[in-house]
Every structure is written in structure tokens, then in C-alpha cells.
């Protein structure tokens, strides 16, 4: 009846690793204090141990209660409106599809991929990524860079990404979603700013093949200066910079990057409804059809545009349950990352809108979860994971403030 | 409310509070550790107290405890509840 078999016995009722160390700290230092008490009483090891483990009581009981503690609900009405919003928008897509077996199917495999995605990110929960904040940086700023290179270069790189620049760059615009949110997050404070970055080198090979692929002097010279000017962005982050200058440098590209895409999909909607007599802007689908633009589809009935009514207000409840949680957030990178996944969601959402009220014409962005399985799985499991990321932080305490991050 | 009494006074850490709870009311609230931390952690779970850790001897740290704003709005709540309630039956006992 040591302390050490007390405290191995209680840790395994308790499930997460960083409160099990948490606690384990706390109540080794009370049994320590307490024995040393009891053996300058007179007792011996042996006896002052014993003594101490009766003051605590059973560690099984013990345990499991802490760990109910700890272990809140990952926000179950949550839950249950992206569960109601996920079936709304299954509905929808399989009036659409009219029994289009491709678009049923793709619609199921990304619920079942979506449903796993929710469940792994709200069980690790945000802390986990933000652990590994070094790889997400670099990944986020790949992506930026990946995306932005062509732009700057003409959009003519047919060697790299085809004909269909447009469709495919724009898909990329959600795969820079999933990660930017957390990115910013960890190098939000001086303090978590990763030590050394390889982003200046990591890009040198896509800058290379950007360069070897060229069709004009001016793309030449962009990639030669992209290059130039990554190469040099690494070295002063990893040589001059202060801890807190590169958190604000790191944090500053990111930050442009979210809102160049966000104006960057304003730009493309307004020209758009500008130009919406103009068919050459209309960017061709996989099998070669103009993809459809204006309402969500034309032969929609007035049920289903009272579903879709129905999913907005779902989702504006969803908004508004946040926000009002925002403030109560103890943790305050978990109040930063709920923040963040909040805007992004927000701002498609209104872009859906507008495009749903015809001020702007659909260039494929849709009401977040509500299209699932069609042509925007990606979005949608874009959508999960931010929204699995702000239940997480839902389920975050101030009580173990992120401790893992900081190591 | 004794808890958060005690930490309106100074920060403390659990041994600490045990030891003032027991020798404070005379023996009277001798409780038990495994008793007082789920408590401590509710407090905290529910945003009346916070905790922070100190560097001890051996570089060891040692978890503190602070009532917040929203504890000592709590402590002025219960400790009015209380005085009602010990009033009324004092009156009923003293009859």
C-alpha cells in the first residue's frame, strides 16, 4: 500500500494523458507532505504510506471521479444540430441527385469519412495539433505558397495543374482552410512560436519545377523571386528574429493568407454577377459540363427551398450557440482556435447566402454541411473539421492550460 | 464556502487547507483528502477558483489556489444563504 501503487491504480481510471500527469503531480506532492508529517511523528515508511492512503480513501473512486471532472461532454447540442444539418443536406442532395447512384455514393463515403473525422478530432482534441504547430506551419504556408505561385505567374502553368487552373486552384482554397485556423492559433503567442523553420528550404523544390516549367521571362522572374524571397523570409526568422518579431512575422503571412482568399472568392463572385452574361468565365466540370450557377438547382420545389431555409436557421442557431459559449472559454488558445474556425465558417456561409439570394452567382461555395457528397466533399470535411475543432475546445479546461503545447 | 472563505484570505494548496479546516474548527471538519480535491476541481471546473503552480525546493512545483471574481460573488451568495438558514434555526432551537 505505497504511494506510487495508489497513484498507478487512480491514474488508470482517469483517460486523458495530461490531466493523469496533472493530478498525478498534485496528489504525489499532498501523500509525500503528508508521510514526511506522519514519519516525523514517529511512524515508520511503511506505516506513514498506509496512514496516507486511508486519508485518501479508495483510489478507484477517487479516480473516476476526477475523470468525470475532466471529462466534459464534447458540447452535445452541437452534436446534434451538425448531426440535424448533415441529414438536412443528405435530403437535399438526394432530391438532386435523382437517383444518380455516383452522387448517393460519394455522399455516403463522406459522412462515414466525416463522422470518423468528428469523433478523432474531438477525442484529441485541438491540443494535439497544436503540438505539432512546426508541420501544420510549414504545411499551411506549402499550401499559401502553392496556391498563390501560379497566381502570381500568370495563372498559365499547364504542366503543373492543367488546362482547368480555375476549378483546381480553387479547391486547394479548402484544403488551406483546414489547416490555417490552427496555424495562426499556434503562433499567435511569442511564447509557442516554433524555434526553426524549414519553410524557406522546404519550398525550394516547388520553386524549382515552377521555374523549370515556366512558358515567359515574367514567370521565370516571379518563381526566381518567390524563391528569393521565401529563401530570405526562413533566414531572418531563423537568424535575427526575436521570438516574439517571429511569432508576429509567422502569424502575419498566415493572416493575409486567409483574407486574400476569402477576398479573392468576393472578387470571383462579384465578377461573376458582373459578368454573368459572359459563358468563357463559367469553368467547365470533370466531364466537360458548365457547372450550374444561380440557385442552388433550377428544378428545386418549394419544400425543398424551405429545407435549405431550414439548414440556414440551423446553422444561425449554431452561431449563435458559439458565440455565446465563446466567452466562457477558460482556455484561451481554444477561445483563439473557436474564433478563428468561426469566422471562416461565417464568411462561406454568407457567401452561400448571397449566392442563394442571386446577388452573387454560385461559383461552388454552399451552405457549410449541407451539400455533402456532392460536388464539395471536400468542404464538407473541411466544415467538420473546424466545427470538430471548436466542440474540442468546448471540452478544454483552464484547469490544465494546454500544458502540452507549451513543452 | 469554507473553501472559498479560506482562499479569500490568501492562496493556498490542499495539504495547506486541510491542515487550517482541521485546526481551525477544532478538530471539527477533519476531512478527508480524497474528499477535498474533487471539490477543489469542481470549484475549478465551474470557474470559482483557479490554479497556478509554484516552484518549490527540488525544482518541484506545488498547485495553488485562487478564488476568482465569480467565487467570491458565489462565497457572498452561499454565505448569505447560510446566515438565513442558522438564523432561522437557531431561533427554532433557542425556542
Same mark, same amino acid.
Given at each position: ?407 | ?29 477533519? *476531512?478527508?483528502? &480524497?474528499? @477535498? ?6 470549484? +475549478?471546473?465551474? %470557474? ?5 503552480? /509554484?516552484? *518549490?525546493?527540488? &525544482?518541484? @512545483? ?6 476568482? +471574481?465569480?467565487? %467570491? ?5 452561499? /454565505? ?16
Amino acid at each position: 500500500m505505497d504511494i506510487k501503487s495508489f497513484l498507478d491504480i487512480l491514474e488508470m481510471q482517469i483517460k486523458e494523458n495530461r490531466v493523469k500527469e496533472a493530478v498525478r503531480e498534485e496528489l504525489s506532492d499532498h501523500m509525500e507532505m503528508s508521510a514526511d508529517e506522519k514519519i516525523s511523528e514517529g511512524m515508520t515508511q511503511e506505516e506513514a504510506e498506509k496512514a496516507v492512503w486511508s486519508e485518501m480513501g479508495d483510489p478507484t473512486e477517487l479516480g473516476a471521479r476526477l475523470n468525470r471532472i475532466h471529462s466534459p461532454s464534447p458540447a452535445p447540442f452541437t452534436i446534434a444540430l451538425v448531426f440535424m444539418m448533415t441529414l438536412t443536406g443528405g435530403y437535399i442532395r438526394l432530391f438532386i441527385a435523382q437517383g444518380d447512384n455516383d452522387v448517393i455514393l460519394r455522399m455516403t463515403a463522406a459522412v462515414i469519412a466525416g463522422v470518423v473525422l468528428f469523433a478523432a478530432v474531438t477525442k484529441t482534441g485541438y491540443t494535439f495539433f497544436l503540438t505539432r504547430r512546426k508541420e501544420l506551419y510549414e504545411i499551411s504556408v506549402g499550401i499559401m505558397f502553392v496556391l498563390l505561385l501560379p497566381h502570381f505567374a500568370g495563372n498559365r502553368m499547364p504542366l503543373i495543374i492543367g488546362e482547368d487552373t480555375h476549378l483546381k486552384m480553387w479547391r486547394l482554397t479548402y484544403i488551406y482552410e483546414l489547416f490555417l485556423p490552427i496555424s495562426l492559433a499556434m503562433t499567435y503567442s511569442a511564447a509557442y512560436a516554433p524555434r526553426r523553420l524549414l519553410t524557406g528550404q522546404l519550398y525550394l523544390l516547388p520553386i524549382c519545377i515552377f521555374t523549370l516549367c515556366s512558358h515567359s521571362f515574367e514567370q521565370f522572374m516571379v518563381c526566381i523571386a518567390a524563391g528569393t524571397v521565401m529563401f530570405a523570409y526562413n533566414v531572418i526568422m531563423n537568424t535575427v528574429c526575436t521570438a516574439k518579431i517571429k511569432a508576429a512575422l509567422l502569424t502575419l503571412p498566415l493572416a493575409l493568407g486567409i483574407f486574400s482568399v476569402i477576398l479573392w472568392r468576393g472578387y470571383l463572385c462579384f465578377r461573376l454577377a458582373v459578368f454573368r452574361h459572359d459563358e468563357t468565365l463559367i469553368p467547365n466540370n470533370n466531364s466537360g459540363q458548365r457547372i450550374m450557377y444561380g440557385r442552388f438547382i433550377s428544378g428545386l420545389t418549394s419544400s425543398h427551398e424551405s429545407m435549405i431555409i431550414f439548414a440556414a436557421v440551423l446553422f444561425l442557431i449554431f452561431f449563435i450557440i458559439t458565440a455565446m459559449k465563446l466567452p466562457k472559454l477558460t482556455a484561451p488558445f481554444g477561445r483563439f482556435i473557436t474564433l478563428l474556425c468561426l469566422t471562416v465558417i461565417i464568411c462561406r456561409l454568407l457567401f452561400s447566402v448571397m449566392g442563394d439570394l442571386n446577388i452573387f452567382r454560385f461559383i461552388g461555395v454552399s451552405y457549410p454541411l449541407i451539400n455533402a457528397g456532392s460536388r464539395s466533399t471536400l468542404e464538407y470535411i473541411s466544415d467538420i473539421f473546424l466545427i470538430s475543432l471548436i466542440c474540442s475546445a468546448y471540452r478544454e479546461r483552464k484547469m490544465f492550460p494546454e500544458k502540452n503545447v507549451r513543452s | 464556502m469554507m473553501i472559498l472563505q479560506m482562499l479569500t484570505q490568501r492562496d493556498m494548496y490542499g495539504y495547506e487547507m486541510l491542515e487550517q479546516l482541521k485546526n481551525g474548527t477544532d478538530g471539527e471538519f477533519d *476531512i478527508k483528502a &480524497g474528499t @477535498l480535491y474533487p471539490v477543489l476541481h469542481e470549484l +475549478e471546473a465551474e %470557474g470559482f477558483i483557479v490554479s497556478h503552480s /509554484k516552484s *518549490i525546493e527540488n &525544482g518541484r @512545483l506545488r498547485k495553488f489556489y485562487t478564488v476568482t +471574481e465569480k467565487g %467570491g460573488a458565489r462565497l457572498r451568495c452561499v /454565505k448569505k444563504d447560510w446566515n438565513s438558514f442558522y438564523t432561522a434555526v437557531k431561533k427554532m432551537v433557542d425556542c
